[in-house]
């Protein structure tokens, strides 16, 4: 049984299993399709013409979410991204697991700033765009910690930003947290599941 009330189910531009699972667990008719694009470049050129953390999240859903319609121009698509900022830095996926535990050495007793950004396209004209943001403040985390929270969580630490999954191990690293939990996740859902409503595309 599904919500979604348009022909064709959303498409989202995305290989984040976790977006895809808010979006069917609201209920939504959703197929992943998954875009190349050189994301460091267009993350380079928005911050080198002055873009803040959040609007260099919102220009990387909006390129995902115009590639991925400009291969299926009749379908509603989802872009998504989100930035993890500190200090004015952009922090990304860790490459492997030193880096992943200097990323917690570096968040370590400290606030960081998760920015989640949505774009709706379809025809390859952006309908609909939103960026929502959550503060995070990390425990003061001791080598024992971190030895124990990486042993734990393994491999997947390599896939998220900043080293963690708050759905998962990762939320022993917090003392607090403010902010919407799907934004957390990367993805905005109630100001879309607002915009969608006043499309008519779900009750």
């Known amino acids: 049984m599904s919500l979604w009330r348009a022909?064709?189910?959303?498409?989202?531009?995305?290989?984040?299993?976790?977006?895809?699972?808010?979006?069917?667990?609201?209920?939504?008719?959703?197929?992943?399709?998954?875009?190349?694009?050189?994301?460091?470049?267009?993350?380079a050129e928005a911050r080198n013409a002055g873009a803040a953390p959040d609007d260099v999240a919102r220009v990387l859903a909006r390129e995902k979410a115009l590639a991925a319609s400009a291969l299926a121009p009749d379908r509603l698509v989802l872009g998504a991204d989100q930035t993890l900022a500190i200090a004015g830095d952009i922090l990304h996926k860790p490459a492997d697991l030193n880096e992943a535990r200097a990323q917690l050495q570096r968040l370590s007793g400290r606030t960081h700033v998760l920015h989640s950004?949505?774009?709706?396209?379809?025809?390859?004209?952006?309908?609909?765009?939103?960026?929502?943001?959550?503060?995070?403040?990390?425990?003061?985390?001791?080598?024992?910690?971190?030895?124990?929270?990486?042993a734990e969580a393994g491999a997947l630490v390599l896939t998220?930003?900043?080293?963690?999954?708050?759905?998962?191990?990762?939320?022993?690293l917090f003392e607090a947290i403010d902010g919407n939990h799907f934004t957390i996740l990367g993805l905005p859902l109630l100001p879309v599941l607002a915009y969608f409503r006043s499309e008519g595309l779900v009750p």
């Open 7 to 43: 022909g064709d189910p959303l498409l989202l531009a995305s290989r984040s299993l976790a977006r895809l699972a808010v979006l069917r667990g609201a209920g939504l008719l959703v197929e992943a399709r998954a875009v190349d694009l050189d994301e460091r470049a267009i993350e």
């Open 117 to 150: 950004a949505v774009a709706v396209v379809r025809g390859e004209e952006v309908l609909f765009e939103v960026v929502e943001s959550a503060r995070l403040t990390m425990r003061d985390l001791s080598a024992d910690c971190l030895d124990s929270y990486l």
């Open 160 to 172: 998220s930003v900043g080293a963690y999954q708050i759905e998962g191990p990762g939320v022993h």
